[in-house]
């Protein structure tokens, strides 16, 4: 198996950032070889998994500028069993610097093609914008993972990101496809949470993830630990969420 996966939703607050941490840990739980690389300047994912992001001698900007091999910007989470190439603030220049750069678009994919062979899964997590990051992030992957919150105008959000990977498609990276929709932040005592489920199933073409990551307060606890959900509190709802949700992201690629 070798896929590698872009974490995006144009819209903040919907989860990218709980997903690629906890998904990433449950693959690794599964016995697979994960990488996460971190390509939000914000770095929420490099201090989620407990690394001091401004402590980082290279990063996702040193592997976008050319200045640092993606092998050696590599850090080894011991606690979850992944490797992470993490971000800082530094990484907002890459939006500059890339200017004028010829094939600026494929500015990281160059540099992860040499190590893609060595995992199962790579993640990508997208900052909450149409930029050259996210740009990269989708012309690298293979397909796109979409996390939405179930609330109201969920489904126009949607509509937003499904257009911009039909646009990357169309001019960047042919192969590019939409590996499905998860739900996050679930709440099961209320009416909206299955409505707005519904709607996006009745309106879908694409796949849905059977999978519902609730809300979960260890699930919000777990970042300020530094720690994935599956190692600060393996027997909560979240944490078994995140098991079921990878162990079908892998039967999905399995038959495929």
Same mark, same amino acid.
């Given at each position: ?5 872009? %974490? ?24 697979? @070889? ?17 690394? $001091? ?22 850090? @080894?989470?011991?606690?979850?069993? %992944?490797?992470? %190439? ?10 500059i610097e ?17 190590? !893609? ?7 990508? $997590? ?60 679930? $709440?099961?005592?209320t009416n ?14 694409? @796949? ?9 307060? !260890? ?30 992201? %892998?039967?999905?690629? !399995?038959?495929?």
């Amino acid at each position: 198996m070798n896929k590698c996966i872009a %974490i995006a939703n144009q819209k903040g607050g919907v989860g990218k950032t709980t997903t690629t941490i906890n998904l990433a840990a449950a693959l690794a739980a599964e016995g697979m @070889h994960v990488l996460v690389i971190d390509t939000d300047p914000q770095g929420n994912t490099t201090s989620g998994f407990g690394i $001091d992001k401004n402590e980082q001698e290279y990063s996702t900007y040193e592997v976008m500028i050319g200045e640092m091999t993606a092998s050696n910007a590599i850090l @080894h989470i011991r606690e979850a069993d %992944i490797d992470l %190439i993490p971000a800082n603030v530094d990484l907002a220049a890459a939006e500059i610097e890339l200017i004028g750069i010829e094939d600026k678009e494929y500015a990281l994919k160059k540099e992860i093609a040499k190590i !893609r062979p060595a995992y199962d899964f790579i993640l990508l $997590d997208c900052p909450p914008s149409l930029s050259i990051l996210t740009i990269n992030a989708m012309t690298t992957a293979d397909s796109v993972l979409v996390p939405i919150q179930c609330e109201y105008y969920a489904l126009e959000g949607l509509g937003q990101l499904l257009r911009t990977v039909g646009l990357v498609r169309e001019r960047l990276n042919e192969n590019l496809s939409v590996e499905g929709v998860v739900f996050t932040m679930y $709440d099961s005592r209320t009416n909206l949470s299955a409505q707005v489920v519904e709607n996006v199933r009745s309106n879908m073409s694409e @796949h849905v993830f059977t999978t519902l990551i609730p809300r979960n307060i !260890r699930l919000a606890e777990a970042p300020s630990f530094g720690q994935p959900i599956n190692v600060y509190e393996p027997r909560s709802a979240g944490a078994e969420a995140y098991r079921l949700l990878a162990k079908e992201l %892998i039967e999905k690629n !399995r038959d495929a």
